[in-house]
């Protein structure tokens, strides 16, 4: 398993955590993710053999909050 800590714009309350928690956690090996609202970042546990660091932050944007780099 890799961890990595990617930054999450654009969260303004506790829904916002809930739903990029769960975009995160849906995706293929991901096996736990930790958002927090204050610090607007996501750290997230994955396979990096099923999900890669690119595929997290998309998921985010997808979501229709900024992943900056
Ligand atoms: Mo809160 Mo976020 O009312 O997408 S859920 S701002």
Redesign the pocket.
Known sequence: MAEVTIKVAG???G??VR?VTGVLKALPGVTDADVSLDDGTARVVFDPALVTQEQLRHAVTDA?FDAPE
Do not use: K, V
């Open positions: 969260m303004s309350c829904g916002c739903n229709g």
